[in-house]
């Protein structure tokens, strides 16, 4: 027999170990493969997508346009929520942009009540003094130094519709108007208000400041989860207590801006508006958002955006509201 020389042996040596390794890598790839196999099979999937869990107590129109359209006229867009049974009862053009005047306090409110702690209180600054806006833009009547908590603020804001409390409230909550704003937009991008951006807290006229009757809807949704703010729009007079620069205290009322609340629109008879957020601007039009209930204590959202007058807005409001009926 023919020695192997010790060239070969080396290579054969070589050789050897190298099958050897790769034979190993691969048995230990193979059972790593398995291992994986096995907890992919057993926790894919395990709550890693949350969409359907945001999304199950919502109503989410399938279309834009409603296939009836019930005495509705001369508005941008509308929509019927049934908070009960999450489904939607009507919607029209709830995806078109719109202006959204003061219905953007709605979520000036929320980020107060999610990020400001109640019973502070807040001073007012020159921004927020009601002397700072024009005659025809409401106004609660802070002056500058004047001091009242967040919650009689709240109040102001939503009943009185008052834009020197929104600036008032952003500032105190926020540090400036401009970061509470990116906590305006943060929340909406939370709350899957995709088509919507707030370049200001109170809803005067701005191209930049736009958002849809859907995404109004998912914002008011969340703020009436809080009862802090149910509890302010159901309110019919709220006395709101300051304390001046002077330290002279002061009493100013806050009443809501909405004729149902006041008894000046008569309620429809498929259900009561409980209270709401109303907006009107040139650009905006006349804007009603609503909180209803049923005489078997369902709940509902009912959204007017773009009326061209306000008995436009209460009648076609009524209109919507009426729709339960014809479920």
């Given amino acids: 027999m023919k020695c192997i020389s010790r060239k070969y042996r080396r290579q054969f040596y070589i050789f050897f170990i190298i099958i050897s390794f790769a034979g ?7 059972m790593e493969l398995i291992e994986v196999t ?58 078109e942009m719109v202006y959204p005047a003061s219905t953007t306090k709605i979520m000036t409110a929320l980020v107060a009540l999610e990020s400001g702690k109640l019973d502070e209180l807040v001073t007012i600054s020159e921004n927020a003094d009601a002397g700072k806006f024009a005659a025809d833009e409401a106004t609660c009547g802070l002056k500058s130094g004047d001091q009242v908590t967040l919650r009689d603020l709240l109040y102001a804001l939503t009943l009185n519709s008052g834009n020197d409390a929104a600036i ?55 703020a009436i989860a809080h009862s802090e703010y149910r509890e302010i729009i159901e309110t019919e007079s709220y006395n709101m207590i300051l304390t001046g620069a002077d330290n002279t205290e002061r009493t100013i009322k806050c009443e ?61 409001m009524t209109s919507l509201i009426e729709t339960i009926d014809s479920e």
């Fill in 24 to 30: 190993f890598t691969l048995s230990g790839c193979k």
């Fill in 168 to 222: 008032a409230i952003a500032e105190h909550v926020g540090g400036s108007v401009q970061d509470f704003c990116q906590m305006m937009n943060q929340k909406a991008a939370e709350l899957l208000a995709t088509h919507t951006h707030f370049s200001n807290p109170h809803g005067l006229h701005d191209d930049d400041h736009y958002t849809t009757a859907y995404d109004l809807y998912l914002i008011f949704n969340a």
């Fill in 38 to 95: 096995s907890y992919e099979t057993a926790h894919y999937n395990q709550g890693l997508y949350r969409g359907e869990l945001f999304s199950v107590d919502l109503c989410v129109p399938t279309t834009g346009d409603a296939a009836d359209n019930p005495g509705i006229n001369s508005i941008t867009s509308a929509g019927m929520f049934d908070l009960t049974n999450h489904e939607v009862v009507y919607s029209e053009k709830v995806y």
């Fill in 256 to 316: 809501p801006t909405n004729l149902y609340s006041l008894g000046k629109a008569a309620q429809p008879s498929a259900a009561t508006v409980l209270g709401g957020k109303t907006g009107t601007t040139r650009e905006a039009g006349y804007c009603l958002v609503a909180y209803d209930e049923d005489g078997t204590q369902a709940s509902y959202i009912s959204i007017i955006m773009g009326a061209d007058s306000k008995p436009l807005l209460y009648s076609n």
